[in-house]
Protein backbone atom coordinates (compact mmCIF):
# COMPACT_ATOMS: atom_id res chain seq x y z
CA UNK A 1 0.00 0.00 0.00
CA UNK A 2 1.29 3.45 -0.70
CA UNK A 3 1.54 5.90 1.74
CA UNK A 4 -1.27 8.06 0.05
CA UNK A 5 -4.01 5.42 0.15
CA UNK A 6 -2.54 4.60 3.85
CA UNK A 7 -3.32 7.97 4.78
CA UNK A 8 -6.60 8.66 2.83
CA UNK A 9 -8.10 5.10 4.84
CA UNK A 10 -7.10 5.95 7.57
CA UNK A 11 -8.28 9.68 7.83
CA UNK A 12 -11.93 7.91 6.35
CA UNK A 13 -11.79 5.67 9.67
CA UNK A 14 -10.78 8.60 12.30
CA UNK A 15 -13.87 10.93 10.58
CA UNK A 16 -16.30 7.85 11.01
CA UNK A 17 -15.07 6.59 14.29
CA UNK A 18 -15.63 10.72 15.19
CA UNK A 19 -19.03 11.07 13.75
CA UNK A 20 -19.91 7.77 15.81
CA UNK A 21 -19.34 9.13 19.15
CA UNK A 22 -20.93 13.03 18.13
CA UNK A 23 -24.05 11.23 17.25
CA UNK A 24 -23.65 8.75 20.42
CA UNK A 25 -23.12 11.38 22.66
CA UNK A 26 -25.84 13.44 21.11
CA UNK A 27 -28.53 10.42 21.48
CA UNK A 28 -27.37 9.75 25.45
CA UNK A 29 -28.08 13.46 25.98
CA UNK A 30 -30.98 13.85 24.66
CA UNK A 31 -30.08 16.42 22.14
CA UNK A 32 -32.69 16.93 19.64
CA UNK A 33 -31.91 20.05 18.60
CA UNK A 34 -32.43 20.77 14.52
CA UNK A 35 -29.07 21.32 14.17
CA UNK A 36 -28.28 17.82 15.56
CA UNK A 37 -31.09 16.63 13.52
CA UNK A 38 -29.06 17.91 10.40
CA UNK A 39 -25.96 16.52 11.13
CA UNK A 40 -27.84 13.51 11.02
CA UNK A 41 -29.03 13.45 7.91
CA UNK A 42 -25.86 15.03 6.21
CA UNK A 43 -24.21 12.06 7.67
CA UNK A 44 -26.71 9.67 6.49
CA UNK A 45 -26.58 11.25 2.85
CA UNK A 46 -22.90 10.39 3.06
CA UNK A 47 -22.71 7.03 4.18
CA UNK A 48 -21.13 7.73 7.43
CA UNK A 49 -22.51 6.14 10.45
CA UNK A 50 -25.57 5.08 9.58
CA UNK A 51 -26.63 3.24 12.69
CA UNK A 52 -26.13 6.20 15.47
CA UNK A 53 -27.52 8.59 12.70
CA UNK A 54 -30.33 6.41 12.02
CA UNK A 55 -30.67 6.03 15.97
CA UNK A 56 -30.58 9.74 16.72
CA UNK A 57 -33.71 10.34 14.19
CA UNK A 58 -35.66 7.72 15.22
CA UNK A 59 -35.30 8.75 19.52
CA UNK A 60 -35.78 12.15 17.89
CA UNK A 61 -38.99 11.32 16.96
CA UNK A 62 -40.22 9.31 19.48
CA UNK A 63 -39.44 12.12 21.74
CA UNK A 64 -41.34 14.72 19.30
CA UNK A 65 -38.72 16.91 18.83
CA UNK A 66 -38.96 19.14 15.57
Same mark, same amino acid.
Given at each position: ? /??? @?? @???????? @???????????????????????????????? /????????????????????
Amino acid at each position: M /NPQ @AF @AERWAARI @AARLARGTLEWLWREGCFAPWSLDLAMRYIDR /NVALADATRLLTEAAEAGSP
